[in-house]
């Protein structure tokens, strides 16, 4: 199975600031095929991103992700109160889908 | 509006049985595919199967093959997942969720609210 790995654990920044956060692959995710969700405490994840680069239905643009192959990343700008929160990138061109460990970003 | 609603938190003692439910609205329930995954304390998120529910078409994740079923009723719009014996490592909270585009394989735009089982004797 494909083994994502998310760097740093934490991020922490400020409002207004801009976060990177990324994503590695242990083998090729072919057809760019990897989301980024959102999850803050008690909620179900929200997707942010498929297809590495495409937006979600009703998602800022502040948000965006790049990548191919095995490195992905998901950028956020002019961080708001709200963003605060942890970031997951998921892959979806090989079964079993898995999910990276997560990225913490705090104030 | 496109909603799929959880059945309520369980508590179950281990070898007990269980059954959870995900009930899809505001769309062809039948024709899309709904997914279960796991989120349990220090392991992240798992994958652990999906459903076409028109058909009952069902791929597993290695993983979870033989410790979990999953299962549809089309006529009441109804995804279930069900253990036939629970153990204490099962404790997780369980979301059904929606594919973006409608693959087996896929990121999930529409969630569950989510569903804690607490497996403890």
């Known amino acids: 199975e494909i083994v994502l790995t998310q760097s740093p654990d934490t991020l922490s920044l400020s409002p207004g600031e801009s976060a990177t956060l990324s994503c590695r692959a242990s083998?090729?995710?072919?057809?760019?095929?990897l989301a980024w969700y959102q999850q803050k405490p008690g909620q179900a994840p929200r997707l942010l991103i498929y297809?590495?680069?495409s937006r979600a239905t009703g998602i800022p643009d502040r948000f965006s992700g790049s990548g191919s192959g095995t490195v992905f990343t998901l950028r956020i700008s002019r961080l708001e109160p709200g963003d605060f929160a942890q970031y997951y990138c998921?892959?979806?061109?090989?079964?079993?889908?898995?999910f990276g460990p997560g990225t913490e970003v705090d104030i | 509006e496109v909603q799929l609603v959880q059945s309520a938190a369980e508590v179950k003692k281990p070898g007990e049985s269980l059954k959870i439910s995900c009930r899809g609205s505001?769309?062809?329930?039948?024709?899309?595919?709904i997914a279960w995954l796991r989120q349990a304390p220090g392991r992240g998120l798992e994958w652990m199967a999906v459903?076409?529910?028109?058909?009952?078409?069902?791929k597993y994740n290695p993983s979870f093959q033989g410790q979990v079923t999953i299962s549809a009723h089309k006529s009441s719009g109804t995804v279930y997942l069900q253990w036939s014996s629970l153990k204490a490592s099962d404790t997780a909270i369980y979301y059904c969720?929606?594919?973006?585009?409608?693959?087996?394989?896929?990121?999930?735009?529409?969630w569950g609210q989510g569903t804690l089982v607490t497996v403890s004797s």
């Open positions: 969720a929606r594919p973006v585009n409608n693959w087996s394989l896929d990121a999930f735009d529409i």
């Open positions: 505001g769309y062809s329930f039948p024709s899309y595919w």
């Open positions: 459903i076409f529910p028109d058909d009952s078409d069902t």
């Open positions: 083998q090729n995710v072919s057809g760019s095929f």
């Open positions: 297809a590495a680069s």
């Open positions: 998921q892959q979806y061109s090989t079964s079993p889908l898995t």
